[in-house]
Structure formats: structure tokens, C-alpha cells
């Protein structure tokens, strides 16, 4: 279990490039499995969630492997439809796979997905969305089991769901006819897996609004794509430099995907510059507290931001309310921070931070991805020195926290 040690009260200052976004990836190297052929993934992060799909791309019989900054998938034979219980459990995001699994093999099984650190991860979404388009879904002990020739459908999703979305796209470019997705999830990532499928032969159209249309059956073939940089990773590293003072600027992602986040920022007190290719935040003084933050689905204030961004207000003059209606538990780092001095109070959904002069270091625990990252956010504006411990949960979505964090001036190392 890796532990990082952050003495506090740095600085950060320099330029650092923000590596591929997970969660254009995730659906991405499950859509490799639609084309027979070769796909080359570029600016593909070297995550444990990367190199998770790619072993589930390996058990379905697909050649996957790293090269440099791009991964190459060739999916011209599979002869597998089985994800493993293991892998499963190991990255409960491999649900993605349904789709494009069904839509080439014409069956697919893997146990059901549980819960997470985040709370109840419900898939019913994808079930109805596998079911509208042809496919027979049988869950039983924990498994699912689908299967079915597709045909094209109109699908309404009750939520914007990002997941059930690309589950729909990917299980929609096999489908035979036509296929609608009203109420769709509108991330970027969505926009990225769109352009990707289309690079291979397929037909998709409307990402990022609210409708996707999907011409089903058209063949397909492999393709060369690179991935957007990562929004959520670019949040948390304004964040630490909101939260640690002085200056940094990102490239790699479009100020765009995040602008939602660099206005708060630019409430509590930063300078934020916004260019074409890069994002520059300056922070010289002390942070004020900001009007209510309300997660929601994209573009709204992103749910994953939410945590790094309560590590910076923690320490501010003010009070800053937090309201997150996306997942349910999704504040497991308050206590965490508690423990460095900060003073938050929840009720349900909602969070009210009551900004402090200043945090001390502590030893605090991660419970999951991005409230990992914030407890690192807060340590480097603490007086002191803070060990946060399972840095496992960090991995999953950050290439090298240490190593771009280190490269800004911050003392972060892991043991
Ligand atoms: C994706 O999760 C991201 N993961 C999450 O990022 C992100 O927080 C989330 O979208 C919201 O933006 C990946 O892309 C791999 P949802 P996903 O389906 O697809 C409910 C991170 O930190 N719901 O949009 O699982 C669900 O319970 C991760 O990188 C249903 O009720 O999110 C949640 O409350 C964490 N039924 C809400 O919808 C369903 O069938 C939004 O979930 C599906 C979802």
C-alpha cells in the first residue's frame, strides 16, 4: 500500500502537460472490440484502469499492448464475450464493455457491477438501453447475461448517464437500422468516443447535444485516434495551485471542458487566463469563500471536480456550500480533511465548508479517486507534513501526480 509524504507550504510554479483523459479512453478501448482491425490510441494515460481494459481486451482474444504514448489493439479475431468476476471487481467501469461486446460477439457476460466507494452504481440504464435495442438481458447470482441480434431503436435515458450513453453509442454501430438517444449525457468524453467511432467506419452523429443518432450495420475498420487531454486531472492541478499559491499553466486540454471549474476559481480569488492551448492560474493571497457549487451533468459543475475544489476552500475566509447531486456518497474526504483542520459540516447532499486560516498536516487515509486527490490538494496548502495512504485509489486516474506535482515545485513523494 503506497503512502505519499507532502510537506506543505510550497508554491507551485512552472508549465506541466496534461496527460489523456481516463474517461475517454475507458469507452474507447472498449469500442476497439467493434472494428476488425488495428487501432492506435494516442496520448493513452498509463493508468491502472488502462491497464485493466486492456486485459479484458487480451481474455476476449484481442491483441493489446503499450507502445511509448499509444496503445495498439487489434480485435480482428476475438473468441472471447466473457468479462471475469476479477476484472470486474477490479474497475467496476469495465460495464462499458456490454455494449461493444454484444455488438460484435452477439453475447456478452460479466457479473453485475457493484457498488463502489461512491455508492450504489446502479446499470439499469444500460440494461433498458441493451433491451431497446433488441438485446435479451438475463441477470441471475450476481451475473448478466445478453444476447441477441441488435436492430436500431429509439432510446430515451431517464438521466444523462455517461456510462449508459456510451453503452447505447457502442451497442448502436453493430445494430441493424437506425438508432436515437434522446437525453444523452453531453461530456466531452462522449464528443471524443463519437469521433473515434467515426474514424473507424461508423456513423454518429450529435455528441454533445443532448440527441445521438447512430447508423447501425455500416462495416467497420481500425483507425488511429488521439484521446483529449484529461479535464479532471487539468481541475485538480488548478486546484493545487489555488491551494499551495503561485503560478502554473496547463497544456494539453481545452479551457472549455472546464470552464465551469475555472470560474469558481476565479470567484474565490485566482487569476485565471483561459488561451486557445493552455490554461494559466496565478494565486497570491489568501482565497474568499464562493456562492453555492452544485454538481451536475455536463456542463454543469462536474461532479469529479468536487472534491479537489473543497480542498481549496477549506482554506479561505468565508463559507463555501457544496451541493452534489450526482452520486450519493461522494463525501468521504470531509472527514479527512476534518483532520488537517478543516471545518465542514454535511447534511445528506449538501456540504457547507466554513473556510479556516489555515490547515495543519496530518495523516489521512484515501477512500476513493478523486477524494484521494483532494487530501493531496489540502496538504500542499498545509503547514507541515501529511502522509495520505491508499494511493492505489489515486492511480486509477492520475499518470503521475508525484512526478507533475514535483516538477511544479511541490515536495510530494511516495513510499
Ligand atoms: C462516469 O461515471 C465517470 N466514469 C465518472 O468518473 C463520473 O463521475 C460520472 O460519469 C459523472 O460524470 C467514467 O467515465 C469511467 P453516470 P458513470 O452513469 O458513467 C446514476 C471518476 O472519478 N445511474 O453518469 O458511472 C448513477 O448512480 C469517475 O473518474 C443510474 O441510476 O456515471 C449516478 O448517480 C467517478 N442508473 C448518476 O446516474 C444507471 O444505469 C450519474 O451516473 C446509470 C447511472
Request: hydrophobic residues 40%.
Given at each position: 500500500m503506497s503512502t505519499y509524504i507532502v510537506e506543505g507550504g510550497r508554491p507551485l510554479e512552472g508549465s506541466v502537460r496534461v496527460h489523456g483523459a481516463k474517461n475517454s479512453v475507458l469507452p474507447i478501448l472498449a469500442a476497439c472490440l467493434l472494428a476488425p482491425g488495428e487501432c492506435v490510441i494516442h496520448n493513452c494515460p498509463e493508468l491502472s484502469d488502462v491497464r485493466a481494459s486492456l486485459d479484458i481486451l487480451r481474455r476476449l482474444g484481442c491483441r493489446a499492448e503499450r507502445q511509448g504514448e499509444a496503445v495498439v489493439v487489434d480485435a480482428s479475431a476475438p473468441t472471447g464475450w466473457e468479462v471475469p468476476d476479477a476484472l470486474m471487481r477490479e474497475m467496476r467501469s469495465s460495464v462499458i464493455f456490454l455494449g461493444a461486446i454484444l455488438g460484435r460477439m452477439g453475447q456478452a457476460q460479466l457479473c453485475a457491477p457493484g457498488g463502489c466507494e461512491l455508492g450504489p452504481r446502479p446499470i439499469d440504464l444500460h440494461l433498458a438501453a441493451i433491451r431497446a435495442l433488441g438485446g435479451a438481458v438475463e441477470e441471475a447470482e450476481g451475473g448478466l447475461r445478453c444476447s441477441g441480434r441488435l436492430r436500431g431503436a429509439d432510446i430515451v435515458l431517464s438521466l444523462p448517464s455517461?456510462?449508459?450513453?456510451?453503452?447505447?453509442?457502442?451497442?448502436?454501430?453493430?445494430?441493424?437500422?437506425?438508432?436515437?438517444?434522446?437525453?444523452?449525457?453531453?461530456?466531452?468524453e462522449i464528443v471524443d468516443l463519437q469521433n473515434f467511432l467515426n474514424t473507424l467506419g461508423a456513423d454518429v452523429r450529435g455528441a454533445g447535444s443532448s440527441v445521438i443518432t447512430v447508423r447501425g450495420g455500416a462495416p467497420l475498420h481500425g483507425g488511429e485516434y488521439t484521446v483529449m487531454g484529461d479535464r479532471i486531472v487539468a481541475a485538480t492541478y488548478l486546484a493545487a495551485a489555488a491551494s499551495a499559491g503561485g503560478e502554473v499553466e496547463l497544456t494539453g486540454v481545452d479551457w472549455r471542458h472546464l470552464s465551469t471549474v475555472t470560474a469558481v476559481l476565479r470567484e474565490a480569488g485566482c487569476a485565471v487566463e483561459s488561451r486557445a492551448a493552455s490554461i494559466r492560474l496565478g494565486c497570491?493571497?489568501?482565497?474568499?469563500?464562493?456562492?453555492?457549487?452544485?454538481?451536475?451533468?455536463?456542463?454543469?459543475?462536474?461532479?469529479?471536480?468536487?472534491?479537489?475544489?473543497?480542498?481549496?476552500?477549506?482554506?479561505?475566509?468565508?463559507?463555501?456550500v457544496f451541493v452534489e447531486n450526482i452520486f450519493e456518497s461522494r463525501y468521504r474526504h470531509v472527514d479527512e480533511l476534518t483532520r488537517m483542520g478543516a471545518d465542514i459540516r454535511v447534511e445528506g447532499r449538501v456540504a457547507v465548508v466554513y473556510g479556516v486560516p489555515r490547515l495543519h498536516g496530518a495523516k489521512v487515509q484515501a477512500a476513493d479517486l478523486r477524494g484521494g486527490a483532494a487530501l493531496v490538494v489540502a496538504a500542499l496548502g498545509a503547514e507541515g507534513?501529511?502522509?495520505?495512504?491508499?494511493?492505489?485509489?489515486?492511480?486509477?486516474?492520475?499518470?503521475?501526480?508525484?512526478?507533475?506535482?514535483?516538477?511544479?515545485?511541490?515536495?510530494?513523494?511516495?513510499?
Open positions: 455517461v456510462g449508459a450513453t456510451e453503452n447505447a453509442m457502442l451497442a448502436a454501430v453493430s445494430a441493424h437500422g437506425d438508432t436515437t438517444i434522446t437525453n444523452a449525457a453531453r461530456e466531452p497570491r493571497g489568501p482565497l474568499r469563500g464562493v456562492p453555492p457549487v452544485r454538481t451536475a451533468p455536463y456542463p454543469g459543475f462536474p461532479t469529479d471536480a468536487q472534491a479537489p475544489l473543497m480542498a481549496v476552500m477549506a482554506r479561505s475566509s468565508g463559507c463555501t507534513r501529511t502522509a495520505v495512504s491508499g494511493v492505489r485509489h489515486i492511480d486509477r486516474g492520475y499518470q503521475s501526480l508525484e512526478g507533475d506535482l514535483s516538477a511544479l515545485g511541490a515536495s510530494i513523494r511516495r513510499i
